[in-house]
C-alpha cells in the first residue's frame, strides 16, 4: 500500500519534471507563497527541502518562538534575520530570567539584537526589571510587546518594572500585560512618566490573569488620561459599587472622554477573572465581559 | 493523477474557443485575438481579456488595434485554464459573493494537479491577473503546509541538492525553533 503510494508520487515527481519545474517560478512569487505559510514545522521542512528552498524560507521567516535553554543562548544561529516577531517567553528553563546578572549580561543581549535585527514584536518572560533594561536598548523600533511573569513582582519601586520599556522604546502602539503579574497601581505612574509613549499606545491589554486584582476606578482614569489615543483597551475591574474604586457610569464616561478615538472598550470584573485563570493562551475576551 | 483525463478537454476548448456561454452583455461580444507561445491562437470575449492587466495596457496604448496580440510567455495548456479561471470572476463581478467567490476559487485549484498550478503561475504573473496569482499562491502554500521534506520533494520534483553535514547543520538551527518535542 505505502509502496504503490509512494509509486504514485514518483509518477507525479517525473512529469512536474518532465515540463514545468517548480523552480520555475519566481524568486519573488515563492517568496509570497513562503509567507504565507506560518506554521514553525511545515517552515523547518521548506527549508530542508534544498538549497535555495532553504535562502527563501529563512528571508521570509517573520515568527520565532524561541526554544532551548538558557544557557546555550549564545550558540544561537545567526540564519533567522528577517524575524520580526519573537518570543522569548519559552525558553527553558520556563521562568527563568533569561539574562542573568553575570558580566556576559550586555553581551548577550547584544547578540540577541544581532540575530534578530529586525524585530517589532517582542514576547518576553520579565521576571525581573533587569531583562528589560538590557534588552529594551537592542530594540528601540519595537512597536508590539508583550511582557509575562507569572512569579512575584521584585522590585519597590512602584512601575519600575516598565521604566526600561518605556524609556527605550518610543514607538511602542502596543502593550499587552494580561499575563504579566503585576500591581494595578504599577502601571499609572510609569505611563505619567513618558507621556510621549504613553501617546503613542494604541492598544493597551490590562486584563489580568495572573492576580484577582481588578483596576480600581481612579487608576483606569489615571491611564486613559496618560494615554489619550487608544483605540483599544482592555482591562480588569471591579463593578461591585460595594468596593473602594469600583466602575460606574461617571468611570465610562469619562474613559470615553479620555480616549476619543477608542472602538473597543473591554471590561471585565475582576470575580470573573478567576475562572478564566486557568487558560493562559486566552486570547483575552472571557464571558463576563462588559 | 487526474492530468491525463482533463488534457483532452483542454485541447478542444484550444482548437474550438467555447467562448459563447457568458455572452450576456453586449460589450462583451467583441472578441480579441491572442496568441500563445506555442502558435495557438485563442479568441476570448473582451470583457475576460480585460482581466488580464498586461494585455489591457496593450489596447490602452492602441485602442483601436484589432491585430493578434502575441504572448510570448504564456503556452497555451495553462492559459485555457486561466481563461477559465478569469471567466469565472467576471461573473462575480456583475454580483460579488465573496463566499461564493471563495468557495469558486477553491473549488478552482482543488481541481487541478501541482504541475498545472506551477505552469500557471509564471501565466498569471506575466498577465498580471492578481486575484489569481493569490489564488495560486495559496493553493500551493495549502500543499506545502505540513508535509514531511521527502514528500514536498517529490510533489514538487525538487532535487536534494545539501550535503549531509549541511543537512545537519540546519536541522541543529531548528532545534531553536521547534514548537513540539517530538520531532516526527
Same mark, same amino acid.
Given at each position: 500500500?505505502?509502496?504503490?503510494?509512494?509509486?504514485?508520487?514518483?509518477?507525479?515527481?517525473?512529469?512536474?519534471?518532465?515540463?514545468?519545474?517548480?523552480?520555475?517560478?519566481?524568486?519573488?512569487?515563492?517568496?509570497?507563497?513562503?509567507?504565507?505559510?506560518?506554521d514553525?514545522r511545515?517552515?523547518?521542512?521548506?527549508?530542508?527541502?534544498?538549497?535555495?528552498?532553504?535562502?527563501?524560507?529563512?528571508?521570509?521567516?517573520?515568527?520565532?518562538?524561541?526554544?532551548?535553554?538558557?544557557?546555550?543562548?549564545?550558540?544561537?544561529?545567526?540564519?533567522?534575520?528577517?524575524?520580526?516577531?519573537?518570543?522569548?517567553?519559552?525558553?527553558?528553563?520556563?521562568?527563568?530570567?533569561?539574562?542573568?546578572?553575570?558580566?556576559?549580561?550586555?553581551?548577550?543581549?547584544?547578540?540577541?539584537?544581532?540575530?534578530?535585527?529586525?524585530?517589532?514584536?517582542?514576547?518576553?518572560?520579565?521576571?525581573?526589571?533587569?531583562?528589560?533594561?538590557?534588552?529594551?536598548?537592542?530594540?528601540?523600533?519595537?512597536?508590539?510587546?508583550?511582557?509575562?511573569?507569572?512569579?512575584?513582582?521584585?522590585?519597590?519601586?512602584?512601575?519600575?518594572?516598565?521604566?526600561?520599556?518605556?524609556?527605550?522604546?518610543?514607538?511602542?502602539?502596543?502593550?499587552?500585560?494580561?499575563?504579566?503579574?503585576?500591581?494595578?497601581?504599577?502601571?499609572?505612574?510609569?505611563?505619567?512618566?513618558?507621556?510621549?509613549?504613553?501617546?503613542?499606545?494604541?492598544?493597551?491589554?490590562?486584563?489580568?490573569?495572573?492576580?484577582?486584582?481588578?483596576?480600581?476606578?481612579?487608576?483606569?482614569?489615571?491611564?486613559t488620561?496618560?494615554?489619550?489615543?487608544?483605540?483599544?483597551?482592555?482591562?480588569?475591574?471591579?463593578?461591585?459599587?460595594?468596593?473602594?474604586?469600583?466602575?460606574?457610569?461617571?468611570?465610562?464616561?469619562?474613559?470615553?472622554?479620555?480616549c476619543?478615538?477608542?472602538?473597543?472598550l473591554?471590561?471585565?470584573?475582576?470575580?470573573?477573572?478567576?475562572?478564566?485563570?486557568?487558560?493562559?493562551?486566552?486570547?483575552?475576551?472571557?464571558?463576563?465581559?462588559? | 493523477?487526474s492530468?491525463?483525463?482533463e488534457?483532452?478537454?483542454?485541447?478542444?476548448?484550444?482548437?474550438?474557443?467555447?467562448?459563447?456561454?457568458?455572452?450576456?452583455?453586449?460589450?462583451?461580444?467583441?472578441?480579441?485575438?491572442?496568441?500563445?507561445?506555442?502558435?495557438?491562437?485563442?479568441?476570448?470575449?473582451?470583457?475576460?481579456?480585460? =482581466?488580464?492587466?498586461?494585455?489591457? /495596457?496593450? &489596447?490602452?496604448?492602441?485602442?483601436?488595434?484589432? *491585430?493578434? %496580440?502575441?504572448?510570448?510567455? $504564456?503556452?497555451?495548456?495553462?492559459?485555457?485554464?486561466?481563461?477559465?479561471?478569469?471567466?469565472?470572476?467576471?461573473?462575480?463581478?456583475?454580483?460579488?459573493?465573496?463566499? =461564493?467567490?471563495?468557495?469558486?476559487? /477553491?473549488? &478552482?485549484?482543488?481541481?487541478?494537479?501541482?504541475? *498545472?498550478? %506551477?505552469?500557471?503561475?509564471? $501565466?498569471?504573473?506575466?498577465?498580471?491577473?492578481?486575484?489569481?496569482?493569490?489564488v495560486?499562491?495559496?493553493?500551493?502554500?495549502?500543499?506545502?503546509?505540513?508535509?514531511?521534506?521527502?514528500?514536498?520533494?517529490?510533489?514538487?520534483?525538487?532535487?536534494?541538492?545539501?550535503?549531509s553535514?549541511?543537512?545537519?547543520?540546519?536541522?541543529?538551527?531548528?532545534?531553536?525553533?521547534?514548537?513540539?518535542?517530538?520531532?516526527?
Amino acid at each position: 500500500m505505502a509502496a504503490d503510494h509512494e509509486q504514485v508520487e514518483e509518477i507525479m515527481a517525473r512529469s512536474c519534471n518532465s515540463n514545468v519545474h517548480f523552480h520555475d517560478i519566481p524568486d519573488a512569487i515563492l517568496s509570497s507563497i513562503f509567507s504565507l505559510i506560518t506554521d514553525t514545522r511545515s517552515r523547518n521542512a521548506m527549508s530542508l527541502v534544498c538549497l535555495k528552498w532553504h535562502l527563501i524560507e529563512r528571508s521570509t521567516r517573520t515568527f520565532l518562538s524561541l526554544r532551548g535553554n538558557i544557557r546555550d543562548l549564545f550558540l544561537l544561529p545567526t540564519c533567522f534575520r528577517a524575524v520580526t516577531n519573537l518570543d522569548l517567553s519559552l525558553v527553558s528553563p520556563w521562568g527563568s530570567p533569561i539574562l542573568d546578572s553575570s558580566p556576559n549580561t550586555a553581551l548577550l543581549a547584544q547578540a540577541l539584537h544581532w540575530t534578530f535585527p529586525s524585530v517589532v514584536t517582542l514576547t518576553v518572560y520579565a521576571r525581573n526589571p533587569s531583562i528589560l533594561k538590557f534588552l529594551a536598548p537592542q530594540w528601540p523600533h519595537l512597536r508590539q510587546v508583550k511582557l509575562v511573569r507569572w512569579h512575584q513582582r521584585s522590585s519597590t519601586t512602584l512601575g519600575f518594572d516598565f521604566l526600561a520599556l518605556f524609556e527605550h522604546c518610543h514607538s511602542l502602539a502596543s502593550l499587552d500585560l494580561s499575563h504579566f503579574y503585576n500591581w494595578t497601581e504599577d502601571l499609572p505612574p510609569a505611563l505619567e512618566a513618558y507621556p510621549s509613549v504613553a501617546a503613542s499606545l494604541s492598544h493597551l491589554n490590562i486584563l489580568n490573569y495572573t492576580s484577582a486584582q481588578g483596576f480600581k476606578s481612579h487608576e483606569l482614569l489615571a491611564i486613559t488620561s496618560a494615554c489619550p489615543n487608544l483605540r483599544e483597551f482592555l482591562a480588569t475591574c471591579i463593578f461591585d459599587h460595594r468596593y473602594f474604586g469600583s466602575v460606574g457610569d461617571e468611570t465610562l464616561l469619562s474613559l470615553a472622554t479620555n480616549c476619543p478615538r477608542l472602538s473597543l472598550l473591554h471590561l471585565v470584573d475582576s470575580s470573573s477573572m478567576s475562572a478564566a485563570r486557568g487558560n493562559p493562551d486566552n486570547d483575552g475576551y472571557t464571558d463576563g465581559g462588559c | 493523477m487526474s492530468s491525463s483525463a482533463e488534457n483532452p478537454t483542454l485541447t478542444a476548448e484550444i482548437t474550438k474557443p467555447s467562448t459563447e456561454i457568458a455572452t450576456e452583455t453586449a460589450q462583451s461580444a467583441k472578441k480579441i485575438t491572442l496568441k500563445t507561445s506555442d502558435d495557438q491562437i485563442f479568441e476570448v470575449e473582451e470583457s475576460v481579456a480585460m =482581466e488580464f492587466a498586461t494585455v489591457k /495596457s496593450f &489596447f490602452e496604448d492602441a485602442p483601436s488595434s484589432t *491585430d493578434t %496580440v502575441p504572448l510570448p510567455n $504564456v503556452p497555451a495548456k495553462p492559459f485555457s485554464q486561466v481563461i477559465e479561471f478569469c471567466k469565472e470572476q467576471i461573473k462575480f463581478k456583475a454580483n460579488p459573493d465573496e463566499t =461564493e467567490k471563495k468557495r469558486s476559487n /477553491s473549488e &478552482f485549484v482543488k481541481e487541478k494537479t501541482n504541475e *498545472d498550478l %506551477v505552469e500557471m503561475i509564471p $501565466v498569471a504573473n506575466y498577465l498580471e491577473i492578481k486575484d489569481l496569482l493569490d489564488v495560486l499562491n495559496q493553493a500551493v502554500a495549502d500543499r506545502i503546509q505540513n508535509r514531511s521534506v521527502e514528500y514536498v520533494r517529490s510533489f514538487f520534483g525538487i532535487d536534494n541538492d545539501f550535503t549531509s553535514e549541511e543537512e545537519a547543520l540546519l536541522r541543529e538551527e531548528h532545534a531553536w525553533a521547534f514548537e513540539d518535542v517530538d520531532e516526527d
